[in-house]
C-alpha cells in the first residue's frame, strides 16, 4: 500500500502538507499535476495554486499569511516567500455556533478514584504544599526539602550519582531514605520556588498572590505550609483576603510562619517542620473515593509544537475536551497568543456576548502590551517551531487552538481566575510552555493535557501531566517523556477519535493515581508569569 505523502487539513486551503519528505517532481492531487520545483521537508507546505502578491494563504480554512510576491503551485512556503496575517476580529456580527456533542453513553457511568474536598471538588493527588510569599524563603524551602523529602519515604535516588562515584573512584556514602511513604495517603510533598514577592510592582506581588492562592486552594493539595519573611510587599495578611475573595468555600489546613517574628532562622524552620508533621498525620487519614468524571478539570496545553501539532496529537486532545465537556466536565485552554488568527472563531462560539467582548479586551490588551515592547503576536514561533513547518504565527496558532474542540465557550478567564463553570473555558496565558501551565494549575486543572512535537520536557508540581507525542519518530526516540502517541493519526493506523478516546481512558488511570512520565522524571516546574516591569 503506497504511503500517504500529503494532507489538505480543510478543503477551503490552498496548501498541502507533507507528510513525508517530498522530492522535487511532479505530485498529483484531485486529478490534477502539481510541480515541487525544490524538495519540501516532512511537515512543511506547498502552494495547491498560483498566488500573486498579497493574496491570502489559507490552512485550517483560515487565512495564516500573505504572499510576499508572486507564487506559484507547488512552491514552497517559507519565512521569505509569506508573512503572517490574521482577519481581523468584531463582536458586532457574531455567527450563530451551533455543536453536536460527541456520543459519551460509554463514559456515562465510569468513575475515577479520587480525594474528595470540603468544597465539592475532587483532587486527581493528595499533596502537601511548602509555599514562600518571596523569594527570601526560598533557601529555608531548601532546608526544608531536604529534611522531609527522604525521612518521609518521598526520595527518588538519582541514578547518576553512581556514574559519578566510578568516574572518580569513589565511594559516595549517604544516608538512607525511608523504604516506603510514612504518610501512605499523601502523594507527595511540594515546593513552589520563585523570584517574586518583592522588588517588583504591587501588581506583580498581587499576581503573585492570586497564583499562589490557587495553588494553596487546588483540589490535589492537601493543605500548606507557608513562609514570609514579614517586609515584603506579598503580606500575609493581603495572602489571607484574596484567598477569601477567591476561595470562600475552602476547608483546608494551611500554617503560616513569619521569620521575622522569630526568635532565629532555625527556630522557624524547626517550628515549621513539627506543626506540618502534625497536620500531615491529621491529612493522611483521607484516601482515595470513586468520583464521577463531571469532577474533572483539564488543562489543554502544547509545547515544542511541530507541523504535525495541528493534524494530529491536538485535534485529538480537543476530541478528548469535546468529551469531557459532553460529560459535564471542564476544560481549559490557554496561551491567548496561540489564538491568533482564530479570534473570530472563538468570538463566535462564546455563549454570551459578554463573554465574546472579554475575550477581545483581554487580547487586544494582551497584543498592545507586547507592541510596546517592541515584540507581537506574530513573532511568537520559536526557531524550533519554524524549523519543523510552523512559519507564521497564524499557522502555529490555528493548529494549537484545535485542543479546544468544538464545544461552545463557557467562560474567559484571566490570568489567575479560577475555573468556576463546566464546559470550555478559555485561559489567558503566555505561550510560553512553563509559565502556561503553571497559570493552568494555578486556575484549578486537576489534569493537564501536554502536545509536543519535538518533545518538551516539562511537568508541574501539583497536577499530573499528560504528555502526547504528534509524530511516531518522537515517541520512538523520547520515550522516556511521552505516554500517549498520537504519530498513528499521520501513519493512518489510528483516527484522532481513536487517540481522543485513548486519551480520555489515559486521564481516568491518572486522576486514580497512575504515574505519568513527567511524574516519574520529577519535573515540578514551576514559573509565575510577570507581566509587570521589575523595579
Not at 456520543?103 to 465510569?110: G, P
Not at 483539564?298 to 494530529?312: A, H, K, Y
Amino acid at each position: 500500500m503506497e504511503k500517504t505523502q500529503f494532507i489538505q487539513v480543510d478543503n477551503k486551503d490552498n496548501v498541502l502538507v507533507a507528510l513525508i519528505d517530498l522530492a522535487p517532481g511532479e505530485v498529483s492531487f484531485e486529478g490534477s499535476k502539481i510541480r515541487l520545483a525544490t524538495a519540501v521537508p516532512q511537515k512543511h507546505k506547498f502552494l495547491i495554486s498560483d498566488l500573486s502578491k498579497g493574496e491570502k494563504v489559507i490552512m485550517y480554512g483560515v487565512p495564516v499569511g500573505k504572499a510576499n510576491t508572486d507564487l506559484r503551485a507547488g512552491d514552497l512556503l517559507t519565512t521569505e516567500n509569506i508573512t503572517h496575517f490574521a482577519d481581523p476580529i468584531t463582536v458586532d456580527n457574531r455567527t450563530a455556533y451551533h455543536w453536536e456533542q460527541p456520543d459519551v453513553t460509554s463514559w456515562k457511568n465510569r468513575t475515577f478514584s479520587g480525594y474528595h474536598r470540603p468544597d465539592g471538588k475532587v483532587g486527581t493527588a493528595n499533596y502537601w504544599l511548602f509555599v514562600p510569599l518571596v523569594f527570601c524563603e526560598n533557601r529555608n524551602l531548601k532546608v526544608i526539602e531536604e529534611a522531609l523529602i527522604k525521612a518521609l519515604g518521598y526520595y527518588r535516588p538519582n541514578k547518576y550519582e553512581a556514574l559519578v562515584s566510578e568516574k572518580l573512584s569513589l565511594a559516595v556514602q549517604q544516608s538512607a531514605p525511608a523504604k516506603s511513604r510514612v504518610f501512605e495517603n499523601i502523594d507527595g510533598i511540594r515546593f513552589l520556588y520563585h523570584q517574586g514577592g518583592c522588588g517588583g510592582t504591587r501588581q506583580d506581588a498581587e499576581a503573585l498572590l492570586r497564583l499562589l492562592a490557587g495553588y494553596v486552594n487546588h483540589p490535589n493539595v492537601a493543605g500548606a505550609t507557608v513562609l514570609s519573611l514579614g517586609c515584603q510587599h506579598a503580606q500575609i495578611s493581603w495572602f489571607q483576603e484574596i484567598q477569601k475573595e477567591l476561595y470562600p468555600n475552602t476547608q483546608k489546613p494551611v500554617l503560616y510562619f513569619e521569620q521575622q517574628k522569630m526568635p532565629s532562622e532555625e527556630a522557624l524552620i524547626s517550628e515549621a517542620i513539627d506543626q506540618t508533621l502534625d497536620a500531615l498525620k491529621e491529612t493522611n487519614t483521607i484516601t482515595r473515593q470513586p468520583a464521577s468524571l463531571d469532577k474533572l478539570v483539564v488543562g489543554l496545553e502544547c509545547g515544542g509544537s511541530d507541523g504535525f501539532s495541528g493534524i494530529s496529537a491536538n485535534p485529538a486532545v480537543g476530541h478528548a475536551s469535546d468529551l469531557i465537556t459532553a460529560l459535564g466536565g471542564s476544560t481549559i485552554l490557554s496561551e491567548f497568543p496561540e489564538l491568533n488568527g482564530v479570534e473570530q472563531n472563538i468570538v463566535d462560539r462564546c455563549t454570551s456576548t459578554a463573554l465574546a467582548e472579554k475575550f477581545v479586551t483581554i487580547q487586544r490588551a494582551y497584543e498592545s502590551q507586547a507592541r510596546s515592547v517592541g515584540s507581537g503576536f506574530d513573532m511568537n514561533p520559536s526557531p524550533g517551531n519554524i524549523k519543523d513547518g510552523l512559519i507564521t504565527d497564524a499557522i502555529k496558532s490555528a493548529g494549537a487552538a484545535k485542543k479546544g474542540g468544538k464545544a461552545p465557550i463557557s467562560d474567559i478567564l484571566d490570568y489567575t481566575e479560577p475555573v468556576t463553570r463546566a464546559g470550555l473555558n478559555l485561559l489567558c496565558t503566555p505561550g510560553n510552555d512553563v509559565e502556561s501551565t503553571t497559570g493552568l494549575a494555578g486556575s484549578g486543572a486537576n489534569i493537564i493535557l501536554f502536545t509536543t512535537g519535538l518533545g518538551t520536557p516539562t511537568g508541574n508540581p501539583v497536577t499530573p501531566v499528560i504528555k502526547i507525542s504528534t509524530n511516531n519518530s518522537l515517541s520512538e526516540k523520547l520515550s522516556d517523556l511521552i505516554d500517549v502517541n498520537a504519530g498513528e493519526v499521520i501513519s493512518g493506523t489510528k483516527t484522532i477519535e481513536d487517540v481522543g478516546e485513548e486519551l480520555l481512558e489515559k486521564i481516568i488511570a491518572v486522576a486514580s493515581g497512575e504515574e505519568t512520565k513527567a511524574m516519574a522524571l520529577e519535573q515540578n516546574d514551576f514559573i509565575p508569569w510577570k507581566r509587570g516591569v521589575s523595579l
